[in-house]
């Protein structure tokens, strides 16, 4: 069930900026298919820099969208050996249509956090200096293509995140809705 403080669907006819600096349409990324829009703190987040290692390499429908510059996504993607294209939301309007919160300091440096921190540095990420508010929260929304959000992980506290395998099975879960629905 959804927090009815958040919303129910996202305008897929928002335009947004690519990692390439290109601007695209929201619906063009989705490209008519049920995907995971996962929200990245900012593109310096030692726990985004987890997360993207780890979800990158699958091969399920999800894009990254980042609190920084198309410079920023594009140094991030060297360093770490990322492919995938991200979008870059420096304003935060995404972010804020999504549900993300801003974190207060309980749930920047509070003991979850601090073991989320140990935990991704332990698997090799670094801090990097943030580029934007180090305040965001990130989060995760599975969408359909007309932008209804099927399911949704707000983070808690930094570095609070789902795992790949809840995200495969909410996008899944949502692909049998949307299928039903449509009678295919």
């Given amino acids: 069930m959804f927090d009815s403080d958040l919303p129910f669907a996202l305008d897929t006819n928002q335009l947004?900026?690519?990692?390439s600096s290109d601007e695209l349409r929201l619906a063009e990324i989705l490209?008519?298919?049920?995907?995971a829009l996962v929200f990245l703190r900012h593109f310096g987040c030692v726990f985004?820099?987890?997360?993207l290692t780890e979800l990158g390499k699958t091969d399920s429908p999800i894009t990254f969208v980042g609190r920084g510059t198309p410079d920023d996504a594009r140094k991030l993607r060297g360093e770490i050996g990322f492919i995938r294209p991200?979008?870059?939301d420096i304003q935060g309007r995404l972010f804020e249509e999504a549900g993300c919160a801003q974190g207060k300091l309980?749930?920047?440096?509070?003991l979850p956090t601090v073991k989320s921190g140990l935990r991704a540095l332990s698997k090799g990420n670094r801090f990097h200096r943030p580029q934007t508010d180090p305040r965001q929260l990130g989060g995760t929304l599975?969408?359909?293509p007309n932008g209804e959000i099927m399911w949704r992980y707000m983070s808690k506290f930094?570095?609070?995140?789902p795992t790949l395998g809840q995200i495969q099975t909410a996008v899944e879960q949502a692909k049998r809705i949307l299928s039903s629905r449509t009678g295919s």
């Fill in 16 to 19: 947004v900026t690519l990692d």
């Fill in 31 to 35: 490209n008519s298919a049920v995907g």
């Fill in 48 to 51: 985004c820099r987890e997360q």
């Fill in 86 to 88: 991200m979008i870059c």
């Fill in 106 to 110: 309980s749930q920047l440096g509070g």
């Fill in 142 to 144: 599975v969408i359909q």
């Fill in 158 to 161: 930094a570095g609070d995140h």
